[in-house]
Nanobody, 124 residues
Framework: QVQLVESGGGLVQAGGSLKLSCVNS????????VAWFRQAPGKERDFVAA????????YYADSVKGRFTISRANDYNTVYLQMNSLKPEDTALYYC?????????????????WGQGTQVTVSS
């Protein structure tokens, strides 16, 4: 079973940085692709970044390329999202999600497991 727990959110000024963590509290996430999504109030849940569990290949939304970095620990149990040069428009509830699909998908319905989310607020 996959139980995802996010942490690391908070309030930061524009231009600042935060590092989010996603831990599978039940077992290793080996075999699961992991992605970060975010949802601002009144908006849809959007793809942010993803990492393939085997190859380590990474994927990013255009809006965060060059500012955010997704990575994973060697034990496959934790996935990180390093967020630099934060902007007010990055303010959202950030979710970690896992999928057992063969290929990384950028669409939320493809992910079977979700965490509860961690709030990121960027002030101007």
């Amino acid at each position: 079973q996959v139980q995802l727990v996010e942490s690391g959110g908070g309030l930061v000024q524009a231009g600042g940085s935060l590092k989010l963590s996603c831990v599978n509290s039940e077992r290793t996430s080996k075999g699961y692709n992991v992605a970060w999504f975010r949802q601002a109030p009144g908006k849809e849940r959007d793809f942010v970044a993803a990492i393939h569990w085997s190859s380590g290949s990474t994927y990013y939304a255009d809006s965060v390329k060059g500012r955010f970095t997704i990575s994973r620990a060697n034990d496959y149990n934790t996935v990180y999202l390093q967020m630099n040069s934060l902007k007010p428009e990055d303010t959202a509830l950030y979710y970690c999600a896992a999928s057992s699909e063969l290929y990384v998908d950028l669409e939320a319905p493809k992910y079977q497991y979700w965490g509860q989310g961690t709030q990121v607020t960027v002030s101007s």
